[in-house]
C-alpha cells in the first residue's frame, strides 16, 4: 500500500539547478520521517538530506549549502531543491521513509530518480 513516486531528474550542466519531488501515498505522510538518498555509480548509499517528524532537517556534508530538503504535508510532498550542482552529485537519487522508533532505518523506497550533472 506505501508507494513513494520520485521525479525531477535529468541532465543538467555544472553549476545548474534542479528540484526533485516525491509524492507519498498509503501511510501518514505528516508523521513519517523522510529522507532523500543517492547512489552514484559504483558507490554507496548516500543520505543526503532528512526532514525529521518535529522539523529539523541535517545534511551531508557533500551538499551542505547547496541542497535544501523541504516538506508540504498537505500534499503529501517531499522536495530537494539542488543548486550549484557538481559532477559528482551525479546518481539515482531516492525518497525514502524511514523508521522514527528503533533504528531509524529506512523501510520504504521510492522508485528513483536519474540526476546527471555533466557539460
Known amino acids: 500500500e506505501v508507494q513513494l513516486q520520485a521525479s525531477g531528474g535529468g541532465l543538467v550542466q555544472p553549476g545548474g539547478s534542479l528540484r526533485l519531488s516525491c509524492v507519498g501515498s498509503?501511510?501518514?505522510?505528516?508523521?513519517?520521517?523522510m529522507t532523500w538518498v543517492r547512489q552514484a555509480p559504483g558507490k554507496g548509499f548516500e543520505r543526503v538530506a532528512t526532514?525529521?517528524?518535529?522539523?529539523?532537517?541535517v545534511y551531508a556534508d557533500s551538499v551542505k549549502g547547496r541542497f535544501t530538503i523541504s516538506r508540504d504535508n498537505a500534499k503529501n510532498t517531499l522536495y530537494l531543491q539542488m543548486n550549484s550542482l557538481k559532477p559528482e552529485d551525479t546518481a539515482v537519487y531516492y525518497c525514502?521513509?524511514?523508521?522514527?522508533?528503533?533504528?531509524?532505518?529506512?523501510?520504504?523506497w521510492g522508485q528513483g530518480t536519474q540526476v546527471t550533472v555533466s557539460s
Open positions: 525514502a521513509k524511514y523508521r522514527v522508533r528503533g533504528d531509524f532505518t529506512i523501510d520504504y
Open positions: 498509503g501511510f501518514t505522510f505528516s508523521n513519517s520521517g
Open positions: 526532514f525529521n517528524v518535529i522539523g529539523t532537517t
